[in-house]
């Protein structure tokens, strides 16, 4: 396989869009912004060894973490994605059937989610196998939904369940990205992030981007059952893998007290289950209120790549 | 250095542009896209002991080629670039000092051409360093050009003197957006593309999505001083490597005989020299003709990437 016969393979399985003007082939993909008020775009970068263990995971898994890494990024912001270019490191002597199984894993989610992927760069290197998505959005008419919205009184919801998603999950997630519209769509959500780095981690971001702190109600932590299989194996409880485990790629948002009761009875999230965790309150950091009422301080904890 | 004050402090020094509502800091950037008929979109991912080698080159000049590389797709279609986002993975025990130098590095460039950094990724792994930047564009009224416009009658025209960039240009060159600009804004280009793979390869790339083929004047191919100076070390012709060498990062386009005129003696473009080096024709492939009048096919050779 060479790179332009393998570019020119992806070019004839892509399916469309209306709005692709020029897709796969040229230097640039060229898109119709004319009807788009705004553009949205995110960049995700997965590398063999630290995102996924190609040893003990298919190459079309990666793939399709891939896209829906970035597909979550977009449904964070209450937007709707669009198109991506995907750039590949293939590490030396890379067989055809390798790159067919990741372009097949890229697609599961692409056509799902109706994004075209409109162009790339393949290249290869003496290095791990990495590959990049590079996602733009939409507003449709939707305002964006940004980290730095929290405000003292807001409560803290969450979609699904955490911890533990080194087991699975963070392979084979569903990015939330009807949920997200829906809550976008019919409420006015203050801050929103998808959970990558971890529940603490993460609702820092929007603390530390809101200039707000939080208090987390222990009991109210939806907990997985894969934090709890996790759990034996590392002594830690399920609550702790709920805090810090990341790559959940569930939403945590805020909106105010009258709006959360109106999300929690609406009905209109069917497939998931969304949890009241938590308030922001005036002040810095994270606080957690134990079932009896104590309350203490908690670090934020997570995934943070460099550090040393 | 962790991954969210490295963040930081990209945040604090990136300037900003107008149509960009949010920068670095959220799940993605918003862009202001209702004055845009059309958005270009490119993707390039550059990895040590590929596209560069870190032995023997500054990380600062790793970064400015991996912007230079995108702003360069994007001048090929003859319109703006405006922003990036850009996902890094550095290898373990990456310092503080290498990071900032690599971004100085991209600043160089991006400020130069009021590029706005918007985003990006950053993540650590067991591998080579590897950038990626996906920049897009602007059309401000122009009309991209694509690689499939060429027409038999056509000239074929090319800025500056080809060969040899291992030797140095391929980390120092200028992308030619100026000129390609300049070209678009007053001459109806055909096609357009720059050459990273090498002449030939990029040419038939042009060809191949034009449905023609090329005659190429072999007297008139405009070979560097490194193409010389790298001659004489690997035995092959000056000739040779301005056919084959990739990463010269200059325009290669074509015109109608009447347009090609008027471009090269327009006194437009004024930093660059613009030579005429063949002649779009009827059928397949590139043939070379000598001096003489004679001839002879010849293969589009040059940069690969998986060819075994």
Same mark, same amino acid.
């Given at each position: 396989m060479g790179e332009f016969s393998f570019i020119q393979w992806i070019r004839k399985r892509q399916k469309r869009r209306k709005d692709v003007i020029l897709g796969i082939g040229d230097d640039c993909a060229i898109l119709d912004v004319s009807a788009d008020k705004l553009c949205l775009i995110t960049t995700d970068m997965l590398v063999d060894g630290t995102h996924f263990d190609l040893k003990q995971c298919a190459i079309r898994d990666a793939g399709r973490k891939a896209i829906a890494c970035s597909i979550s990024d977009v449904a964070a912001m209450g937007c709707q994605p669009t198109v991506a270019v995907i750039s590949i490191c293939f590490p030396e002597h890379t067989t055809e059937k390798f790159a067919g199984e990741l372009y097949k894993g890229i697609w599961d989610i692409a056509d799902k989610y109706n994004i075209e992927i409109v162009g790339g760069d393949i290249i290869s290197g003496r290095s791990p196998f990495c590959i990049n998505v590079a996602m733009l959005g939409r507003d449709d008419g939707l305002k964006p939904v940004r980290r730095s919205g929290a405000k003292a009184g807001d409560m803290i919801l969450v979609t699904g369940a955490l911890g %533990? *998603?080194? +087991? %699975?999950k963070h392979l084979h997630f569903e990015p939330r990205l009807k949920e997200a519209l829906t809550l976008n769509k019919n409420f006015p959500i203050h801050a929103m992030i998808d959970i990558s780095d971890g529940l603490t981690a993460d609702l820092n971001h929007i603390l530390e981007e809101s200039g707000v702190g939080a208090i987390l109600y222990e009991d109210q932590i939806p907990f997985s059952d894969a934090a709890v299989e996790l759990s034996r194996k590392t002594g830690h409880t399920p609550l702790y893998h709920a805090l810090s /485990?990341? $790559? /959940?790629?569930e939403l945590l948002m805020t909106v105010s007290k009258a709006q959360a009761k109106r999300v929690l009875s *609406? %009905? +209109? +999230?069917? $497939?998931v289950k969304v949890s009241c965790i938590g308030e922001i309150v005036k002040g810095r950091g994270i606080r957690m209120k134990s079932p009896g009422g104590t309350i203490r301080r908690i670090k934020p904890r997570g995934y943070e790549h460099l550090k040393q």
């Open positions: %533990g *998603s080194i +087991l %699975g /485990d990341g $790559e /959940d790629y *609406s %009905g +209109l +999230l069917t $497939e």
